[in-house]
């Protein structure tokens, strides 16, 4: 797998402008489903611009944006500038070092990044630190988990999918017994 650092050395503007963003109806089933309520703290994974960041920002109390590549957390800074979001940190830092010390949080999300990342590592910390009734929200585009399940068809670095299908199942019962009793 390349570099993630390396991939998307000077796209930052282009991916800023050019990449299709998440529609209303995304953040307002995400807004309606974690109650999120202007309280508690984001982090988002893999940040990049700041596409699910910026949006979600006036839900919560502090957003914390993690990415690797410091351009592209320098164009998210902008715009969220122009959007005039203030309450988001923006860290240059690999996901799979998130730490205790960064604090808990109500929500993680990833957008289009889980694939780059070492999943094990990266959904290990997030236990840590997404605190009790919170939750994680990976958002994957044109890559659903659900394809190519069969081992004749997986297709080269599918193995993050595998990965995300065990983890999905691992915890559905428990966070569709939460979600019946609420």
Known sequence: MPQYK???KGAAR???????GYPKEFFDTVIDYFNLDGNGRLLDV????????????????????????????????EEAEKAGIKNVKWICWRA??????????????????FHWMDQDA???????????????????????VWGNSKKSEKSEGSDWKDKAKETIQKYADEILFKCSKT
């Open 46 to 77: 893999g940040c990049g611009t700041g596409q699910v960041a910026i949006p979600l920002a006036p839900f919560f109390k502090e957003v914390v944006g993690l990415d690797i590549d410091a351009d592209m957390l320098a164009v998210a800074a």
């Open 6 to 8: 390396e991939l998307f």
């Open 122 to 144: 990266v959904l290990t910390q997030l236990y840590k630190v997404v605190e009790p009734g919170g939750g994680l929200l990976i958002v994957s585009g044109s890559s659903s």
């Open 96 to 113: 799979e070092n998130i730490s205790l010390e960064m604090g808990n949080f109500r929500l993680a999300t990833m957008a289009a990044s």
């Open 14 to 20: 282009d991916y800023a402008r050019y990449r299709p």
